[in-house]
């Protein structure tokens, strides 16, 4: 079985601190990976998506990295902000088009 | 672009009742999807369909599930005689094209499932 883990499952930092969300997974031969963000009883917003031959990609304060070969993906949020605080999950699309998500990792900014 | 939508958006059923959740995806995209989130689990994939084809479902769809996308556009999801297992957050999500190759994939709100 294919499995998507993030460790810890839950994050406080106060405002302002540059922080890492760690994704790890065992298959091999994904096509890509993804980060979503979902608020208290929502849907899953999009933040960033990594093509499996692509090392990393960024988009704001936010930045994606990943290495296949280790099985790894990290989101650098910067200079984090009470708004972040949400559930973070990271999954990867498989050859047959779907997504294997981790559980997430919740975070809460102090202010 | 409206996003995708879910109806209803809260339902409170009692155990062996039917419920049909309704998806709305985002227009002109073909490939709309379920999937199945319950309390501090990440979403599990259910099914889903290119335009009116269902081209996966999964071990998770018992033979109580049946999803349906008559015209490719609106898609249909039911659960029959329904158990208190079947209490979960029911996502929907739609994509331009295959998101293995990089298309982005919209969620809906989801549709919240209690069975009583």
């Known amino acids: 079985k294919q499995e998507v883990t993030q460790i810890p499952a839950a994050l406080s930092v106060p405002e302002g601190e540059n922080l890492v969300l760690n994704c790890s997974f065992t298959d091999s031969a994904i096509y890509n990976l993804q980060w979503f963000r979902q608020d208290p009883g929502k849907g899953l917003t999009s933040l960033l998506l990594i093509q499996s031959s692509q090392r990393e990609q960024t988009s704001g304060r936010l930045n994606a990295s990943l290495d296949k070969s280790s099985g790894r993906s990290t989101l650098y949020i910067a200079a984090s902000q009470p708004g972040d605080s949400a559930t973070y999950l990271c999954a990867h699309t498989g050859a047959n088009s779907k997504l294997t998500f981790g559980k997430g990792i919740t975070l809460s900014v102090r202010p | 672009d409206t996003g995708v939508s879910q109806d209803p958006r809260h339902k409170i059923t009692k155990r062996g009742q039917n419920v049909t959740f309704r998806c709305d995806p985002i227009s002109e995209h073909n490939r709309l999807y379920w999937y199945r989130q319950t309390l501090g689990q990440g979403p599990e994939f259910l099914t889903y369909?290119?335009?009116?084809?269902?081209?996966?479902k999964s071990r998770l769809l018992s033979d109580r599930f049946s999803a349906e996308r008559p015209k490719g556009s609106f898609s249909t999801l039911e659960i029959q005689r329904t158990e208190q297992g079947d209490s979960a957050m029911y996502l929907c999500?739609?994509?331009?094209?295959?998101?293995?190759?990089?298309?982005?994939?919209?969620f809906g709100e989801g549709s919240w499932l209690t069975v009583v």
């Open positions: 369909f290119q335009n009116e084809a269902q081209l996966e």
């Open positions: 999500a739609s994509s331009s094209r295959d998101n293995r190759f990089g298309a982005t994939i919209y």
